[in-house]
C-alpha cells in the first residue's frame, strides 16, 4: 500500500503539473490573442491611411479656394455658360421663325428652330 507521505508528493506533483500546463496553455492563448490584435492594429492603420486619403479628397473638393472645387466651379461655369448660349441661340430662332410668314404652330416653329441651329453650327 502507498503510504500517506507518497501520495501526497504524488498529489502535489499532479496538482504543480496541472499549474504549469494552465499556465503554458495561458501563455500561449495571450500570445495568439496579443498576435490577433497586432494584426488587427496592423489592418487598421492601412485603412486609417486610406481613410485619410479620401476625406483629404472630400475636403478639397467641397472647401471653397481648395483646388478640386475651384477646378469644379471652373468646369460647372463653362457648362452652364455653354448651356445658357445655346439656349439663347434657340430662343433667338425660335423668335425668328415664329416671325416668318406661312411658319405656325409649335411643330413648324421647332422644325425651323432645329433646322436654323443646324446651319449655325455649319
Given at each position: 500500500m502507498i503510504s500517506r507521505?507518497?501520495?501526497g508528493w504524488a498529489l502535489f506533483s499532479v496538482?504543480?503539473?496541472a499549474l504549469v500546463v494552465g499556465?503554458?496553455?495561458m501563455g500561449i492563448v495571450t500570445a495568439a490573442t496579443v498576435s490577433a490584435i497586432r494584426e488587427s492594429q496592423l489592418t487598421n492603420r492601412k485603412l486609417a491611411v486610406d481613410?485619410?486619403?479620401v476625406l483629404d479628397r472630400i475636403n478639397d473638393c467641397t472647401t471653397p479656394g481648395r483646388k478640386c472645387f475651384d477646378?469644379?466651379?471652373k468646369?460647372?461655369?463653362?457648362?452652364?455658360?455653354?448651356?445658357?448660349?445655346?439656349a439663347a441661340?434657340?430662343?433667338?430662332a425660335a423668335a425668328a421663325c415664329a416671325d416668318r410668314p406661312g411658319i405656325s404652330g409649335y411643330r413648324e416653329i421647332k422644325a425651323c428652330v432645329?433646322?436654323?441651329?443646324?446651319?449655325?453650327r455649319r
Open positions: 507521505t507518497r501520495l496538482l504543480i503539473g499556465f503554458v496553455v481613410n485619410a486619403k477646378d469644379g466651379q468646369r460647372s461655369a463653362s457648362v452652364i455658360s455653354t448651356l445658357n448660349q445655346g441661340a434657340a430662343a433667338a432645329d433646322r436654323t441651329l443646324a446651319d449655325q
